[in-house]
């Protein structure tokens, strides 16, 4: 094998390139600073993600439904992507901690140089003497080394599968919590769109009404500064109209509003012009729903997101007390692998080695007590989260259920004084 020797043009070019390198590297490392965005790049980020927001979005080309604005939510609504991204996301760490608990295959390569040759003595191991020989060389001044081996560590395979194993919860939790994202995102659209559509049906009677509660006060202020009625009841018949009027106007900037919303719910731009399928009798007056509260209380246990995820939760603090007690116990090491080392004072440059190795922390047996009493601690916290968050969904159902109840009374209630408004109004007017 032909040896390699730097002469002392060759040492001092790499010498030279290793001050350049280092001259580079401690400049750039001098030069960093804060950067701030200027307001072109942030004006170019900003329309940049308002283009990516609205792509592949469907646009709208007739009256929107209700069915139609959950479904365009469900597709659109960018916390309910995050939500799914945040999911795939999880998974993706499960993938990642499976190949943790793999033995690694190590793949090393290397270069070695000194200015001047490894030169050794010996002595005579009976009397100590030196040795008359000759000083001995015994390696090159330059050469190349490679290896590739497998090495597991046994304890190491033990706390990555439990890690493996809180990685899978989490990614039932990311779901979890995609589930009642899109749960509140329903229910903020059906919200939404009921508040839009009464704006919707109301807009064109409520501005006639404002319009003639202006004229009433115009006329009151009229009857006042010509002294036609008592000025203490003109000012009192102003104070009450001024009233309504302030209610009716609050109204209208509330269901105002209400389009708005919508429109941000299922990812259309905020000016967009919404115009709702009017309702029909059954959405006005829908059917009361019967329902055991035992058997809601059932399905909040069995379904509520929430609480499946405070369920997760113990799982992962059970595997993280294993985990924590698994690292106390001593590590065996494993390795078996290919050497190579390119030195031609070496008979043999080629080898194949094995080992094992096992080892602990000592003074880290003296907190295993500590450890276990912590671990089991937050074990407990856990399952008091859980008792907690199961107390609290089961307030959850009597109050949804009894808030129900109480909203379709409402709605009866409102019905029937709308019936009672419109045969007055039907009097006045053949009255009229």
């Not at 929107?64 to 960018?78: E, M």
């Not at 943790?100 to 009976?126: C, F, H």
């Not at 919303?261 to 115009?275: F, M, Y």
């Not at 009597?398 to 007055?424: E, F, G, N």
Request: aromatic letters at 6%; charged letters at 25%.
């Amino acid at each position: 094998m032909r040896r390699i020797r730097f002469d002392g043009a060759r040492a001092r070019l790499f010498i030279g390139t290793a001050a350049v390198f280092a001259g580079l590297t401690l400049g750039g490392c001098a030069s960093l600073h804060p950067q701030p965005l200027t307001a072109a790049e942030q004006k170019e980020i900003a329309a940049s993600d308002r283009a990516a927001a609205q792509k592949d979005v469907e646009p709208l080309t007739g009256p929107l439904t209700l069915a139609d604005a959950i479904r365009r939510a469900v597709l659109n609504n960018l916390d309910h992507r995050t939500r799914m991204m945040e999911e795939t996301l999880a998974s993706g760490q499960l993938d990642l901690s499976r190949y943790d608990m793999l033995p690694k295959l190590m793949a090393d390569a290397g270069y070695g140089w000194r200015s001047n040759e490894r030169i050794t003595r010996s002595q005579d191991s009976v009397t100590g003497l030196p040795s008359l020989a000759n000083p001995y060389i015994s390696s090159d001044r330059n050469h190349r080394t490679a290896d590739l081996g497998f090495q597991w560590n046994v304890l190491d395979f033990g706390v990555s599968y439990y890690a493996a194993r809180q990685n899978a919860d989490r990614v039932l939790i990311a779901s979890e919590r995609r589930r009642k994202a899109l749960h509140n995102l329903i229910a903020d659209v059906r919200t939404a769109y009921w508040r839009a559509a009464s704006a919707q049906q109301i807009e064109g009677n409520l501005a006639e009404t404002l319009k003639l509660g202006e004229a009433a006060l115009a006329d009151s202020r009229t009857i006042e500064s010509e002294n036609l009625r008592d000025p203490a009841d003109a000012l009192r018949y102003q104070r009450t109209v001024l009233e309504n009027l302030r209610i009716l106007e609050s109204i209208r900037r509330e269901l105002a509003a209400a389009r708005i919303e919508l429109a941000a719910l299922i990812n259309l731009p905020p000016g967009t012009l919404l115009e709702l399928a009017p309702p029909t009798a059954a959405d006005l007056m829908p059917a009361h729903r019967e329902l055991a509260v035992a058997d809601m209380e059932e399905l909040a246990i069995t379904h509520n997101a929430e609480l499946r995820e405070q369920f997760y939760n113990v799982r992962i603090a059970v595997a993280e007390t294993r985990k924590s007690m698994l690292k106390l116990f001593p590590g065996l090491t494993l390795d078996y692998g290919y050497q190579y080392d390119s030195d031609n004072y070496l008979i043999n440059n080629q080898w194949r080695e094995a080992g094992a190795q096992i080892g602990t922390n000592l003074l880290g047996l003296l907190n295993a007590p500590k450890v276990r009493k912590l671990s089991k601690a937050n074990e407990q916290l856990a399952e008091q989260k859980r008792m907690a968050m199961q107390m609290a969904v089961l307030a959850q159902v009597y109050l949804a259920r009894q808030q129900y109840d109480s909203a379709y009374q409402l709605l009866v209630r409102a019905d029937q004084i709308w019936k009672v408004d419109q045969r007055i109004y039907e009097h006045s007017a053949n009255r009229e």
